[in-house]
């Protein structure tokens, strides 16, 4: 059984690389039960969104002084 | 033959877009003088080039491609000299923080469990939020941050990080978990539960 300091490398990993089927299966089942892991899954997914807006936001950002 | 028809580089522009670039440049240098050279240089390689915009945004996506590549460059150059795997005491005690979260059966503690950040997408339209950001960002120690930022504005995929920082696979993995804990445990304590956890 898979601990929750464990499920954390594997859902920050499951960002990196493909992970392993047992990893997926043993991830999913952690997932399952621990509602404090599955709220970390999505605030490492959010982490990445917001890095993807990042430059959006800045272009938004400049958008609006401009139009001032 | 400097602008395409219909659409001007103007100097207004051109210093929102400068200032835009310094900041992202500064953040991933973390050297002032460095981020200022390389936004020159990248500004000077896309403006004699002479290519045509379809606008704004299309001046600028291509801009940002060339600062990338830049900022990748210098960091190359950087990692000649510095050892990135070598763990800083900063590193070690984000280490230990981490640790501390965890139960002796490895399980959360109560007041570590991760929470519940509801609708997070909303915050990414406010510019507070985004002040938080580039402070939880600036805070992390400079080579976790450089492995975060190279995965995730680079967008270099984890091979290509490992390969030119001259690290192992796990040891990058280290580094981006590191990252990604010290970022959302500080992006929850200084914005997701500012004002909730009073006591």
């Known amino acids: 059984m898979l601990s929750c300091k464990e499920a954390t490398h594997l859902v920050s ?4 690389r493909s992970l392993t089927l047992p990893e997926k299966i043993q991830l999913e089942m952690h997932l399952a039960m621990c509602k404090g892991c599955r709220n970390l899954k999505s605030q490492m997914s959010f982490l990445r969104q917001a890095c993807k807006s990042y430059l959006a936001q800045e272009k938004g950002q400049t958008d609006s002084t401009r139009s001032r | 033959m400097s602008a395409a028809e219909g659409f001007v ?5 051109l210093a929102g877009v400068r200032r835009d670039m310094l900041k992202f440049a500064s953040l991933q240098l973390r050297d002032e003088t460095l981020a200022e050279d390389v936004v020159q240089d990248a500004l000077v390689a896309a403006l004699k080039n002479g290519r045509q915009f379809a606008g704004r945004s299309a001046l600028k996506t291509w801009i940002f491609a060339i600062l990338k590549n830049k900022i990748v460059d210098q960091i190359r ?4 000299t510095t050892n990135v795997s070598a763990i800083s005491p900063e590193e070690a ?6 640790e501390r979260l965890f139960k002796e059966n490895a399980h959360w503690t109560p ?19 985004w002040i938080v950001f580039d402070a939880c960002l600036k805070h992390l120690p400079e080579n976790t941050a450089r ?8 967008e270099f995929d984890t091979n290509e990080v490992c390969q030119e920082l001259s ?3 796990s040891n990058c993995h280290v580094i981006l978990h590191r990252a990604r804990n010290g970022l959302r445990r500080c992006l929850e304590k200084n914005w997701f539960m500012e004002g909730v956890q009073t006591c």
């Open chain 2, 9 to 13: 580089v103007d100097d207004e522009m």
């Open chain 2, 77 to 80: 150059e950087k990692c000649r």
């Open chain 2, 167 to 169: 690290i192992t696979a």
């Open chain 1, 13 to 16: 990993e499951g960002l990196d």
């Open chain 2, 147 to 154: 492995v975060f930022m190279m995965r995730e504005f680079l």
């Open chain 2, 93 to 98: 005690n984000m280490d230990e923080a981490f």
């Open chain 2, 111 to 129: 007041e570590a469990r991760p929470r519940d950040w509801g609708n997070p997408e909303e915050s990414l339209r406010e510019k507070r939020f």
